[in-house]
């Protein structure tokens, strides 16, 4: 059973078009975190969102975390090439004992053409 | 530069063989996690150390062991290697952010290839 649906898992547009990445759980976490990976290199944090509701800007990159914690979007804006990759969410559970243990979803392959 | 260093980037094995890979943390972070990742399953969490102790173990083989030393490095070891152990393997550091919450560095990655 995956806790993180990410979708979709690919995604093929030109350049100067809008994207939309979501991902989806039923579970709650306190914290959601937007990794993008380049072949053969480790995932990248982009940013971490904590609160429900909050909505984090990094350039064209537009992040947003589901009021009740349980999913979150990434939206580019004019996507150009160079945003090209696999795109990862990854979500730490809230209370247990996970000592920070991430749940990732599926990732989502980006290919913006020029 | 994430902080977290990964040796060596690449490694070429036979198979049966018996490799170390080594991770050293972000400065300051006591925790180091290992991933394995491949084409067809994606990013899987193998084994979580705290400060020299296991914490949380994932899809991790039996032929698979890892530790962590004293001053915070951590090695993962991959015994009677089998083709199908080709992969990423990454480790990662992590901060805790309060409240529950935390985020992962990662480092660079090993790449091995069993042949």
């Known amino acids: 059973t995956q806790l993180l649906e990410q979708s979709p898992q690919f995604l093929s547009i030109q350049e100067g078009e809008n994207l939309t990445v979501y991902c989806n759980s039923s579970?709650?976490?306190?914290?959601l975190q937007w990794y993008r990976q380049e072949p053969g290199e480790g995932p990248v944090l982009l940013v971490t969102?904590?609160?429900?509701?909050e909505v984090k800007k990094l350039k064209r990159l537009t992040f947003q975390f589901g009021d009740a914690r349980k999913d979150s979007s990434l939206h580019i804006t004019a996507a150009q090439p160079g945003d090209t990759g696999l795109y990862l969410c990854?979500?730490?559970?809230?209370?247990?004992?996970?000592?920070?243990?991430?749940?990732f979803g599926q990732g989502t392959i980006l290919t913006v053409h020029p | 530069d994430s902080g977290v260093t990964q040796t060596p980037k690449h490694l070429i094995t036979a198979t049966g063989q018996r490799v170390t890979l080594r991770c050293s943390p972000r400065?300051?972070?006591?925790?180091v996690y290992w991933y394995q990742q491949s084409l067809d399953q994606g990013l899987q969490f193998l084994i979580h150390?705290?400060?020299?102790?296991?914490?949380a173990k994932g899809n991790i083989l039996e032929r698979f062991s890892a530790q962590q030393f004293p001053d915070l490095h951590s090695e993962l070891n991959l015994s009677s290697l089998e083709l199908g152990d080709s992969a990423l393997y990454f480790c990662?550091?992590?901060?805790?952010?309060?409240?529950?919450?935390?985020?992962?560095?990662f480092g660079p990655g090993t790449r091995l290839t069993v042949t």
């Open positions: 990662a550091s992590s901060v805790a952010l309060g409240l529950g919450a935390y985020e992962q560095y």
């Open positions: 579970s709650v976490f306190s914290s």
């Open positions: 969102v904590v609160t429900g509701g």
């Open positions: 990854a979500g730490a559970r809230a209370g247990g004992t996970s000592y920070g243990k991430l749940t």
């Open positions: 400065s300051g972070d006591l925790s």
């Open positions: 150390y705290y400060n020299g102790e296991e914490r």
